[in-house]
């Protein structure tokens, strides 16, 4: 597909997707875009429930993650649980060596803690990089994305087109609410992130995350030193919900 038809996709089902369940996104995007169809898991909870439906049901869609090198030993374990579970594979994708060789070498191994430009010049090279070769010639993004998680996420469409990587990206849980990700998983038996449970709702790098009090936003515990309200490491960025 070359990018007016994924422009075109997108605007001429987005009502459609609109009305339909998660199951129904998948199923639909599975059958009416045939190749090049990703979906990203960082293991959280929404990420597990789609590994579930995609492995699951044996859906045309490739799986993969982005190891920034400081996840949580938590983490690794439910990556390890989940292509036990699900026997699968997941392609990792890394940052590239010579990017850290020189960030560590120049600024030290907690540079992000110094200013907002340091956190995010780690992240692109951690994540947004990484990110970029993973997509780079694709036709369809999934992602776990849900409208709760944040302010910033309550007006997103169910499916846009990501101008910046060239991508339909597709949100198939964009109306779950908590309760119902959680039921679906606990019906499931789903493999999930131990730290969950210790109050960490949204799981990044070990150094980036801690855990939330009740009453704070979903993705409070993420860069917490931070005074900005759009905590966004670079690869959910919309600029223009197209």
């Known amino acids: 597909m070359n990018s007016s038809d994924k422009k075109n996709f997108v605007l001429k089902n987005r009502d459609t997707l609109e009305k339909l369940n998660s199951d129904e996104i998948l199923d639909f995007v599975c059958q009416n875009v045939r190749d090049k169809k990703l979906f990203s898991t960082s293991f959280g909870s929404e990420d597990q429930v789609l590994t579930h439906k995609i492995a699951s049901f044996k859906r045309d869609i490739e799986i993969f993650t982005l190891d920034t090198g400081r996840h949580f030993s938590e983490t690794y374990q439910v990556h390890a649980l989940t292509l036990d579970k699900y026997k699968i594979q997941i392609k990792a994708y890394v940052p590239d060596h010579s ?11 907690e540079s ?20 970029e070769r993973a997509l780079r010639g694709q036709n369809l993004w999934v992602t776990g994305i849900r ?12 499916i846009e087109y990501d101008e910046d990587h060239d991508i339909i990206k597709v949100h198939p849980l964009i109306n779950w609410s908590d309760s119902e990700l959680w039921n679906y998983i606990r019906e499931n038996n789903i493999p999930t992130n131990a730290l969950h449970k210790k109050g960490f709702l949204s799981i990044g790098c070990a150094p980036c995350t801690r855990a939330v009090s009740d009453g704070e936003d979903f993705r409070a515990g993420r860069w917490w030193w931070e005074e900005s309200t759009h905590k966004e490491c670079g690869l959910h960025l919309h600029r223009a919900n197209k």
Request: some cysteine.
């Open 147 to 158: 409208r709760q998680q944040s302010s910033d996420r309550l007006q997103l469409p169910v």
């Open 112 to 131: 992000f803690f110094l200013s907002i430009e340091n956190r995010k010049e780690c992240c692109y090279l951690r994540k947004v990089k990484p990110l």
């Open 99 to 109: 990017d850290i060789e020189k960030l560590l070498s120049e600024k030290g191994p």
